[in-house]
C-alpha cells in the first residue's frame, strides 16, 4: 500500500512539472494554435491530476481503515 500511495503522489509531483514546462512554453508560443494546443494539453493534464489527487485520497483512506 505504501509503494502505491509514493506511485500516485509522484505522478502528482509529475503533473505539476508538467504544467509549469507549458507555462514555459505558452511565454514562448506567438502562434495562436499552438497556444490553443497547449491550453488543451494543460486542460487534460489537470484532469489527470484531479484524477490521481481523487485516487490518492482513495487509497489513503483505504489504507487507514486497514483493509488493504
Do not use: P
Not at 514562448?28 to 487534460?44: A, E, G, L, P
Not at 483512506?61 to 488493504?68: D, F, N, Q
Request: proline share 0%; glycine share 6%.
Amino acid at each position: 500500500m505504501a509503494d502505491l500511495t509514493t506511485w500516485v503522489g509522484a505522478a502528482l509531483t509529475d503533473q505539476d512539472t508538467c504544467l509549469d514546462g507549458f507555462r514555459d512554453q505558452e511565454e514562448v508560443s506567438v502562434k495562436s494554435k499552438s497556444k490553443s494546443s497547449m491550453k488543451m494539453v494543460r486542460r487534460q493534464v489537470r484532469r489527470v491530476g484531479y484524477i490521481m489527487s481523487n485516487a490518492l485520497a482513495l487509497i489513503t483512506r483505504l489504507a487507514s481503515t486497514g483493509l488493504a
